[in-house]
C-alpha cells in the first residue's frame, strides 16, 4: 500500500509568486490535513480537508488555501509569496474525519522563497 | 487553547543506553489524546507511541514506552536499547476527542552515539 506522497518535494519560488503543492493521500483516506514547518514556529496546523470540505483552518492569512478533489487529493496554494513561507509543508492522511488519531504523514515539500 | 512544551531541545544517549524525553501539556479537555513523533532526517513524521488519555495503564511500543501523568498534565517518553537509527526529532504532539487537528511541541533532537 503506498504512502502518502507529496509533490514536488523542493520547490524555489521568487516572492510574490504563487505556488501550488500536491498531496495524494494513502488509498481510501478521506481526510487530508497540512502543515506549515518552519525553525520559528515549529509545526502549526493549516487546514483540514474531508470529502472535498474545508472542515477546519488554522490561523494562517487567506494567501494559503487549499482544495480537495473527489479522489482525495488535496492541493494547497500560497499566493502572494513572502520570504517568511519558507518552510516545510507536510500533508497527513486518515481514513475518517473527526478522529485523524491515525494519521500518516508524507515527506513534505521543501518551499524556498527567495 | 492547546499547548505542549518540550524543554529539552537537544539531547544525545550512548548506543544501548536509556534515555527519557519530556513533554508536558495543558488544556481543559478531559478526553484527548497523546503522541509521540519522530522526524528523521528524511523529513516524514513517524508515529512511535499514541496514548488515549482515559486508559490509566501506559502506552508501550517495543523499546518505546511512556509515562503519562494525567493530573501532572505529563507525558514522558522512554527509549530502552537505543539504537542509531533512533537519532531523530521527537515532536510531542496532543489532539482532543474527535479533534482533526494536531498541537506540536518545538521538538527534541536526539542524538544517539555509537
Known amino acids: 500500500k503506498a504512502g502518502v506522497t507529496q509533490t514536488p518535494r523542493y520547490l524555489i519560488k521568487t516572492r510574490g509568486q504563487q505556488v501550488t503543492l500536491s498531496c495524494s493521500p494513502i488509498?481510501?483516506?478521506?481526510?487530508v490535513s497540512w502543515y506549515q514547518q518552519t525553525p520559528g514556529q515549529g509545526l502549526q496546523f493549516l487546514f483540514e480537508?474531508?470529502?472535498?470540505?474545508?472542515?477546519n483552518k488554522g490561523n494562517f492569512p487567506g494567501r494559503f488555501s487549499g482544495r480537495q478533489f473527489s479522489n482525495s487529493r488535496s492541493e494547497m496554494n500560497v499566493s502572494t509569496l513572502e520570504l517568511g513561507d519558507s518552510a516545510l509543508y507536510l500533508c497527513?492522511?486518515?481514513?475518517?474525519?473527526?478522529?485523524?488519531?491515525?494519521?500518516?504523514f508524507g515527506q513534505g515539500t521543501r518551499l524556498t522563497v527567495v | 487553547a492547546q499547548t505542549v512544551t518540550q524543554s529539552q531541545p537537544e539531547m544525545s544517549v550512548q548506543e544501548a543506553e536509556t534515555v527519557t524525553l519530556s513533554c508536558t501539556y495543558d488544556t481543559s479537555e478531559n478526553n484527548y489524546y497523546l503522541f509521540w513523533y519522530k522526524q528523521p532526517p528524511s523529513r516524514q513524521m513517524i508515529l512511535v507511541i499514541r496514548q488515549e488519555a482515559y486508559k490509566q495503564q501506559n502506552a508501550t511500543e517495543n523499546r518505546f514506552s511512556v509515562n503519562f501523568q494525567k493530573a501532572a498534565k505529563s507525558f514522558s517518553l522512554k527509549i530502552s536499547d537505543s539504537q542509531l537509527g533512533d537519532t531523530a526529532m521527537y515532536f510531542c504532539?496532543?489532539?482532543?476527542?474527535?479533534?482533526?487537528?494536531?498541537?506540536f511541541g518545538t521538538g527534541t533532537s536526539l542524538t544517539v552515539i555509537p
Open positions: 480537508y474531508f470529502s472535498e470540505t474545508q472542515r
Open positions: 497527513a492522511s486518515s481514513p475518517r474525519a473527526g478522529e485523524n488519531t491515525e494519521a500518516f
Open positions: 488509498s481510501g483516506h478521506r481526510s
Open positions: 504532539a496532543f489532539m482532543k476527542h474527535g479533534g482533526n487537528q494536531f498541537y
